[in-house]
């Protein structure tokens, strides 16, 4: 199944749990449930190597370190 699917079909399931109250935060909620796991499979992907890692990802190593720190991935 394409990652845009089920992007699409857990929102789907999220939005159906709400019960009625607003969503909040929607963007940040996204990027922090995609943003740690992304980091962790691409670093193994990558054997634990940041530059090539953030190679990988489109962004800079700086980025990334500060990136891993947030999600506390740093060693």
């Given amino acids: 199944m394409p990652l845009r699917a089920m992007t699409a ?3 789907e399931a999220y939005f ?3 019960n009625g109250h607003k969503p909040g935060q929607l963007y940040d909620l996204v990027l922090r449930e995609v943003e ?3 980091f962790k499979a691409v670093l193994d992907y990558a ?3 940041q ?7 489109g ?4 980025t990334l370190r500060k990136k891993l720190k ?3 991935l740093t060693n």
């Fill in 51 to 57: 530059s090539r890692a953030a190679e990988i990802l």
């Fill in 36 to 38: 740690e796991p992304l």
């Fill in 47 to 49: 054997a634990g190597n």
């Fill in 16 to 18: 159906a749990t709400l």
């Fill in 9 to 11: 079909e857990a929102l």
């Fill in 70 to 72: 947030t999600y506390g």
């Fill in 59 to 62: 962004i800079s190593r700086g």
